[in-house]
């Protein structure tokens, strides 16, 4: 097949998140040799209400209104990559299964669909690849007029174990599973969830910038000011504070490891950080959320770093994006052990299976630290790039077969 065709990304992350995505990790890899476009995941108008002063809003406002200027080529991505925003949704998830949301849900669809016929008619677009990165909840068939030469799916969480995205998604998502050609899932027990749905699915799993992260182990760079500070050593994580986080065990890591600092770098969703007093506890820290180009600067100055999921039916299904990421900056890694995928790293990775083997590991971790644990870290890093997840995303699809 055509490897240089156009690639059509619909994606659940929009370009600028604060949260690390694999779905403008794989499109900025793609645009090496491809034309990307990227178009993202709406905004309703609920959205719209809420955040209408952010610059998310406000730089996209034309597109979202008036359905103008609806792409762009940011300055930080790669020239080949068009960011296609549609416009302002209705606000739907909040109904019941039925009549009403089916046909409001039409509507959004009509909405997402005009976009991309309209970049299809204005770059030309012939033969294209269409990619719906784990975002079902929009055009889970394409119209006969929009005719790619594969279709495909990629499964990112169990959408079953988060209230929010289950109330329509475990069936939207079984629906455009059955209806495309290929699904790809990030990790081995979502790879066995959707086999149900579709012989065509195939385990693809996250990466790291590699040349991003390693610059923690191979550079010397500024340390963060929040950091200069600091004189006791240093427990940091990267990336998003919510429901998969333990937030059980982080209290007990501040409560045991008081000669330490916990530095937790990433946005906050929810409030259960307070619930358990997170918040109050002097040797954490909670940094807020930052550009994944600084992320190097903070893990460089971390004595260890931890990945602190529950272990539940929903992390079960998770490979983590941090963990490569981890690995490349040759950081000594303790994670609690939720999924197989994690598993398969306690070769490079202390995963333990409890609070208390957690809390003694830290210890271990960082006095076991040496220049061979590095780079022997490193090279497992090497070799989970987004170069190589896009070539076997091409072997995939070369070896595989139309349902």
């Not at 990227?38 to 108008?45: A, G, K, L, M, T």
């Not at 975002?135 to 068939?141: A, E, G, I, L």
């Not at 899932?185 to 590699?210: G, M, V």
């Not at 076991?368 to 890093?381: I, L, S």
Request: some cysteine; proline content about 6%.
């Amino acid at each position: 097949m055509n490897r240089h065709c156009d690639i059509i990304c619909f994606t659940l992350s929009r370009w600028d998140s604060t949260i690390s995505s694999p779905a403008l990790a794989l499109a900025i890899e793609f645009a090496k040799n491809n034309r990307v476009f990227y178009v993202e995941h709406p905004f309703s108008w609920k959205d719209y209400a809420g955040m209408r002063n952010t610059a998310q809003i406000q730089s996209r406002k034309p597109a979202l209104l008036k359905g103008k200027d609806i792409y762009t080529n940011p300055p930080s991505l790669p020239s080949n990559i068009t960011v296609v925003t549609p416009r302002l949704t209705i606000p739907v998830n909040f109904l019941p299964p039925g009549a009403l949301y089916n046909s409001l849900a039409k509507m959004n669809d009509k909405i997402v669909l005009k976009v991309i016929r309209q970049l299809i008619k204005d770059y030309q677009v012939k033969d294209f690849i269409y990619v719906n990165f784990f975002d079902p909840y929009f055009v889970r068939s394409l119209p006969a007029d929009i005719k790619p030469v594969y279709s495909i799916y990629q499964s990112m969480d169990d959408i079953s174990q988060v209230a929010y995205s289950n109330r329509h998604g475990s069936q939207l998502e079984e629906e455009i599973i059955r209806n495309f050609d290929f699904t790809l899932c990030t990790s081995k027990e979502l790879t066995r969830l959707k086999s149900a749905f579709s012989p065509n699915t195939y385990f693809h799993p996250n990466a790291a910038d590699i040349d991003i992260f390693k610059k923690a182990a191979v550079e010397i760079l500024p340390k963060p000011v929040e950091l200069q500070p600091i004189k006791k050593p240093i427990i940091g994580y990267t990336g998003s504070i919510e429901y998969r986080s333990d937030f059980e065990l982080l209290k007990k890591i501040a409560e045991h490891h008081q000669d330490k600092i916990l530095f937790l770098v990433g946005p906050i969703q929810g409030e259960e950080h307070k619930e358990v007093g997170l918040n109050k506890m002097p040797n954490v820290v909670f940094a807020g959320p930052r550009k994944i180009t600084e992320l190097p600067n903070y893990l460089q100055y971390f004595d260890c770093v931890i990945i602190p999921f529950k272990k539940n039916t929903l992390t079960k299904s998770i490979y983590p994006l941090k963990i490569n990421e981890y690995l490349a900056a040759g950081k000594p890694i303790i994670a609690t052990h939720f999924s197989e995928d994690i598993y398969t790293f306690r070769e490079v990775a202390y995963v333990v299976d409890s609070h208390e083997e957690f809390l003694q590991t830290i210890d271990k971790a960082i006095a076991e630290n040496n220049e061979a644990r590095k780079q022997a870290r490193m090279q497992v890093a090497a070799t989970n790039t987004w170069t190589a997840r896009v070539e076997q995303f091409w072997q995939i699809l070369e070896k595989g077969k139309k349902g």
